[in-house]
C-alpha cells in the first residue's frame, strides 16, 4: 500500500530517435516517450551520493516512479526544466510496484 502523496512530483521521459538533417545525413533528437509521470524525486544526501557513485557512476539524485515497462537507461528524465541522464534503472525487489532511477543532472544532451 502506497503513502498518499508520495507521487508529489511530475516528470517527463524522453528518448532519442535519428532525425534527418537538410544536408542528408542523420542526427539524434530527444523526443517524448511519456509525459507526466508521477514520481518521487530525491536529491541525494552526501552518503548516498559517495555509494551511488561508486556503483553506478555519478548520480546525484534518485527517481521512484510506479512500474513502467521500456524503461530504459539510455532514456533521460525531465524534472523542472532540467535535464536528468538516467544512469541506472532499478526494479522493485519484491514486485512491479515501481521503479528506481539513480539519474545525474550532468550532461545529457546527446
Not at 530527444?30 to 508521477?38: F, N, R
Not at 528524465?77 to 526494479?91: C, E, N, T, W
Given at each position: 500500500?502506497?503513502?498518499?502523496?508520495?507521487?508529489?512530483?511530475?516528470?517527463?521521459?524522453?528518448?532519442?530517435?535519428?532525425?534527418?538533417?537538410?544536408?542528408?545525413?542523420?542526427?539524434?533528437?530527444?523526443?517524448?516517450?511519456?509525459?507526466?509521470?508521477?514520481?518521487?524525486?530525491?536529491?541525494?544526501?552526501?552518503?548516498?551520493?559517495?555509494?551511488?557513485?561508486?556503483?553506478?557512476?555519478?548520480?546525484?539524485?534518485?527517481?521512484?516512479?510506479?512500474?513502467?515497462?521500456?524503461?530504459?537507461n539510455t532514456m533521460r528524465a525531465v524534472f523542472d526544466?532540467?535535464h536528468y541522464a538516467i544512469r541506472a534503472v532499478l526494479?522493485?525487489?519484491?514486485?512491479?510496484?515501481?521503479?528506481?532511477?539513480?539519474?545525474?543532472?550532468?550532461?545529457?544532451?546527446?
Amino acid at each position: 500500500m502506497r503513502r498518499a502523496g508520495k507521487y508529489r512530483h511530475r516528470i517527463a521521459l524522453q528518448i532519442q530517435e535519428p532525425v534527418r538533417d537538410p544536408l542528408g545525413g542523420d542526427e539524434l533528437e530527444w523526443v517524448g516517450w511519456q509525459a507526466d509521470v508521477p514520481a518521487e524525486v530525491v536529491p541525494l544526501s552526501g552518503r548516498e551520493f559517495v555509494a551511488a557513485s561508486a556503483e553506478h557512476g555519478q548520480v546525484t539524485a534518485r527517481m521512484e516512479i510506479p512500474y513502467l515497462p521500456g524503461v530504459l537507461n539510455t532514456m533521460r528524465a525531465v524534472f523542472d526544466g532540467q535535464h536528468y541522464a538516467i544512469r541506472a534503472v532499478l526494479p522493485d525487489p519484491t514486485a512491479r510496484g515501481h521503479i528506481t532511477l539513480m539519474v545525474d543532472a550532468g550532461l545529457s544532451d546527446g
